[in-house]
């Protein structure tokens, strides 16, 4: 019981602290933000390890499988896409722009 | 204790990890640090634990990496709305396999019933966002028809299944028959996956960016859950903060369109018409807007317009002689010529008929020639939050002249001109001036109240929201109807010349 409690308390706390953390993320950065969320939802990786940690059958097995498939694209192809993007945003040099409006 | 702890300090830099996503600068280092945490508490697990099946194991981990790095590299800017919505549903997926799993094990250890509720929460959640997410993806690339669907006693159908859901997950926590519970599970998937698609099938076109911010909760909800039913802090604690993220988005795109989720979820559009006075003596105004009363399902296929099908209206300049002043071409020309700040709104058309590149090079054509050049983004342009942001960063707009509706929009009565290539009902001046129609109330930017307007649209026909825009009818507004692209790259001739 207290083991529950506990992790009620962890997904209060982490959705407290994760509300107080994402608002600030200016609108320039949704995508990216979002981007990278789904990559962390990749943590789900392991939830599906621990499968392959127990004695299970085979259709146990070919579940976690997929799950991994599924959960390690999303963290590796998340947080790749993600470098891409944050990576394009551009500032040109402030010395461009002055002899440029000069 | 030490592993809670562990689980802990990859929280603490996951946590770190967004809040670098503050400032444009830090991002790509609190995104290095987030896969860092994510690859540290990989080999945590794996150093903890022996795995059974390991080639199988490597096998499936090695193509999903494979396939998402392939992914990450290839997706254009205009398809990474398609690949995020993908990625939600890979994420339900995993989540609602993993709880299904721990659901039929679960009967081996006793009093484990919170967490047998939990794994069949996360089936639920799991698998609705999983074919949800599917849906949209298919929509998103072009695959599926844009339209939305709405089917025969549709919110029935939905409260049905919700409630034959219900029924099974109550059924499953009386039973101990891991058989019965096994058949159990497997049928909350059927059940689950239904009710994903009816939810997701009354959405789309422009109001895609709220379906993709929701599925995105859906997916952190699903694994917070899976997280509960397996013990795993990091888990709960990673899908809470993906939960609160994506709720925080959809947020956001709801009250840039002033309409609320569930009617965005069931169909029921115009959140807002209640505090607008109702246009009692103006019934001519509202008639042809049928559409406000339901879901804007008669809207055209192309929600904005300036899509790349090479329909292209005979170019304005060739149905009549360009020494004419009455042709547009010309007037837009000179109107460009002259004007001092320009202010360009992009919106999905510009996307669709891929002319950011062009956009981007008449922006550095006018800096360089002395102008000023704002962009001008509203909150819910293309198809996800932030999508313009990083289809102008991928045309190398510099982010420096973007602008934000709030910021913009007092700009717009000392602008000169006010070009908008692809954007539709966000500009359109109807939201504030009529009531009842779909978009009454939506806050737009105020592109009406610049000097000259030039609208550079595939066609003149209402935007996704099906009210006509008012702004096309503005005798100061310039009309270049045809593929942005092609009408871009004319102007950017002429103006060489």
Redesign the interface.
Known sequence: ML??LL?LL??????G???A????????????????????????????????????NRF??A??????????????????????????????APAD?ET??? | MTEKLVDLGI?VA??L???L????RS??A???L??LA?LG??AV??TR??????P??L???A???A???S???R?S?VG?PA??AL??G??G???F??S???L??STSSPGAQ?AEVAALLGIVVGTATFTGSLLAAGRLAQWLAQKPVVLPHHSRILGGLAALALLIMVLATRTSDPRLLQLLGLTLIVVAGGLGIILSVRVGGADMPVL??FL?AG??VA??F???S?????????????????M??TQ?MCRAMNRNLVAILTGRSVASVPSAPLPVDAPASTQPLTAAAGPVIDSPAAPEPAASTPVASAPADQSAPPSQAANPFARALDVIRSAQRVIIVPGYGMALAEAQEEVSRLADKL??L?REVIFA?H?VAGR????M??LL??A?V???M?R?MAEVNPLFATTDLALIVGACDVVNPAASQQANTPISGMPILQAHEAKNVIVCNLDDRPGYSGVENLLYRDPKTIMLLGDAQDTLRRLLDQLDA
Not at chain 1, 10 to 15: D, E, I, N, P, R
Not at chain 1, 63 to 71: D, H, M, Q, S, T
Not at chain 2, 49 to 54: K, V
Request: hydrophobic letters at 55%; a positive charge.
């Open positions: 083991d529950v992790m962890v997904l209060a706390g982490s959705a602290l994760g509300f953390i994402i608002r600030r993320v200016p609108p320039m950065l949704h995508t990216p933000l979002m981007s990278m969320t789904n990559a962390i939802s990749g943590v789900i990786v392991l939830g599906a390890l621990l499968l392959f940690a127990v004695d299970g146990e097995y579940l976690g499988g997929i799950a991994l498939a599924a959960a390690t694209f999303n963290a590796v192809g998340g947080f790749a896409v993600t470098d891409r993007m944050v990576a394009m945003f551009r500032q040109k722009r440029q409006t000069k | 929280v996951l946590l990890g967004i809040a996503f503050r400032t444009i991002a790509r609190g995104n290095l987030a896969a994510l508490a990989v697990v794996w634990h022996s795995f059974s099946a390991l199988l194991l096998v499936f981990a193509v999903g990496s396939t998402g790095l992914f990450s590299r997706v800017m990474i690949m995020v990625q939600n890979m994420g997926m995993a989540s396999l993993v299904f799993v721990e039929t094990r919170s993709i911010s995105n997916s952190g694994a917070a899976c997280g509960l397996i013990g795993s802090w990091l888990l709960i604690a990673a899908g809470a903060m993906v939960g609160v993220s994506g925080i988005l956001v800096t360089g002395g983004v909150p996800m939050p932030g999508h942001h990083v960063a991928e190398e510099d982010y420096g973007i934000e």
